[in-house]
């Protein structure tokens, strides 16, 4: 199959699976076409199978927002047209499903016919897509789509209950790969953040309000005054600051450190004894499954679709949004020396069942059943 994707290009859990779907589909032999406005953080290997192709943005006086939907659009065309594209995969709703079906129809008039596939990968659908400023587009353009997936039922429940859509949603969970998330021996740095053997906790995320980072502070500051311990936070965002002042005013900043964005990731999880993962909306939890590849049992709310992947009183525990002194309570189960293994390696065990080779055979079934139904229906 010739099949493009479009995704962000960033950190955040729907540009991350879009390449690691796209590096692994391209290693079964398929064409893959990356369009997008800059090289995505997470296509870092060669593979004569993956193409890349970028979207100019042109500036304009006129235009007091670059038009980014229409150049994303044409860019579209463009590949389909000289790549000959079998399929197009969008991510994220906004704008991808939306320039996506102005794509479509432009190649109609030149007799070509392009299917289109959306994943809906969360905020998009439970923050953005309800502002009722983009909601009729969203609604339009997951409409038009060929095939919709989503990765989790609870997106699945929640995208059916806010918007007025009718087509079959396909639930197809995250993955991780675990040739590269997988613990490995990194003593020295562990001994350089930790020199007295302190448990280690870390948290990573893109530091927005629905991350609840301050929860992850104060559950830290409560295990400390119970057992010497460390922090480090990954990631940065619009949060950062205020999490800044607040390890301050907790008077811990000399046992916390922000270590920014990291590409190498699964270093710092190689060493992490608990992820805190608090969030107030969290779709899948990607991150947090990668944690759990690296043998990190996992402190998680029950939002969203955490409860599809972490197992509450086996991989880790889950709370309710924003209950701190539960999670501080369940961090000290967890780390206590006479369960801890033992959440490692269940975490480890539920993590194989998302590894990349057991949930990409999901995603090329479905794109030969959309393929299968899209050419009936147009014939």
Do not use: W
């Not at 353009?141 to 806010?162: C, N, P, R």
């Amino acid at each position: 199959m010739n099949i493009g994707i479009v995704c962000y290009p960033t950190f955040g859990g729907s540009g991350v699976v879009a390449t690691e779907l796209g590096k692994a589909i391209a290693t079964k032999g398929h064409n893959v076409h990356f369009i997008t406005y800059t090289q995505p953080t997470r296509l870092d290997f060669f593979n004569e199978n993956i193409n890349y192709h970028e979207v100019d943005i042109s500036a304009y006086p006129l235009f007091k927002y670059p038009p980014y939907e229409l150049a994303l659009a044409s860019k579209i065309v463009d590949v389909a047209l000289y790549e000959k594209l079998d399929l197009l995969h969008v991510h994220y709703a906004i704008p991808h499903a939306s320039a996506a079906y102005m794509a479509k129809q432009i190649l109609l008039t030149k007799n070509i016919h392009l299917p289109v596939v959306t994943t809906l990968h969360g905020t998009d659908i439970t923050i953005v897509g309800k502002d009722k400023s983009y909601e009729p587009v969203v609604t339009f353009s997951i409409s038009q789509s060929d095939g919709v997936t989503a990765v989790s039922e609870s997106l699945k429940k929640e995208t059916y209950d806010f918007f007025k859509v009718k087509n079959h949603i396909e639930v197809i969970p995250n993955f991780v790969d675990l040739s590269r998330f997988r613990r490995q021996s990194k003593e020295h740095f562990r001994k350089a953040i930790c020199p007295q053997n302190e448990k280690l906790l870390v948290h990573t995320s893109n530091f927005r309000k629905v991350k609840r980072v301050q929860d992850v502070v104060h559950i830290f500051n409560a295990v400390r005054k119970k057992i010497p311990a460390k922090l480090l936070l990954v990631g940065d965002g619009p949060e950062r600051h205020h999490i800044e002042e607040l390890c301050r005013e907790c008077g811990d900043c000399g046992d916390i450190r922000f270590l920014g964005k990291l590409e190498m990731v699964e270093e710092v999880l190689s060493i992490a004894d608990v992820f805190i993962m608090p969030s107030e909306k969290e779709s899948f939890g990607l991150a947090a499954l990668e944690a759990m590849a690296c043998e990190v049992p996992v402190i998680s709310s029950n939002t969203g679709g955490l409860p599809e992947l972490n197992i509450h009183g086996e991989t880790g525990f889950l709370s309710n949004v924003g209950d701190v002194e539960d999670m501080t309570r369940n961090t000290l189960i967890v780390l206590d020396d006479a369960n801890h293994e033992t959440f490692k390696k269940n975490a480890l065990a539920r993590a194989q069942q998302f590894q990349v080779d057991n949930i990409l055979p999901f995603y090329t079934d479905y794109y030969n059943k959309v393929l299968k139904e899209f050419h009936a229906s147009v014939k």
